[in-house]
């Protein structure tokens, strides 16, 4: 039925009749200059650097070219996951197509701070965040539910539209 490829291990999880008619690969948004500073980017609208999408493309080239590459390419709406989608997307015009419930969890206030600043100010909020993040939510942040509601709308959006 569906078959999800997790792209960091390789592995592959088929539906239950064992054919795998669409395969979804999720790919993270590349390198900021939030990310490469530490600090915790959550939803904010940042460009890749250069080393993102150098990652990305060789990420693209040792998981999904093997595949025939994508037929779809979907991505929230900030500029780094955009950019990262377009490199997945290759230079065929293929057009990515933005939905919005793909955007990043909120991180609230902890958006922006260095990650080493967040776990000293914030210590065991954080830990227990880090733990179990069904259960703490980021000061001024998103709940994790709310998050999960929405990416597995977007998901079963993106099944619906593939599902022949």
């Not at 999800?4 to 999720?26: A, H, K, M, Y």
């Not at 939030?34 to 080393?51: H, K, Q, Y």
């Not at 025939?68 to 997307?89: F, I, K, L, M």
């Not at 776990?119 to 065991?124: C, F, G, I, K």
């Amino acid at each position: 039925m569906n078959s999800i490829s997790d792209s960091t291990t390789g592995e592959s999880q088929t539906g239950p009749t064992g054919d795998p008619d669409l395969r979804l690969v999720f790919f993270r948004a590349a390198e900021t200059g939030f990310t490469r500073a530490g600090r915790m980017e959550g939803n904010v609208d940042l460009p890749l650097t250069d080393r993102g999408r150098e990652a990305v493309g060789r990420l693209v080239a040792e998981t999904l070219e093997p595949l025939g590459g994508p037929d779809a390419v979907y991505s929230s709406a900030n500029q780094s996951s955009r950019e990262t989608a377009e490199v997945v997307a290759g230079g065929n015009g293929m057009r990515v197509k933005v939905l919005s419930g793909l955007r990043g969890l909120s991180l609230g206030l902890w958006e922006g701070q260095l990650l080493a600043d967040v776990r000293q100010r914030h210590a065991r909020i954080y830990e227990n965040w880090y733990r179990d993040p069904l259960c703490i939510t980021p000061p001024g942040g998103e709940e994790m539910e709310d998050a999960l509601r929405r990416t597995r709308a977007a998901a079963n959006t993106v099944l619906k539209k593939h599902r022949r």
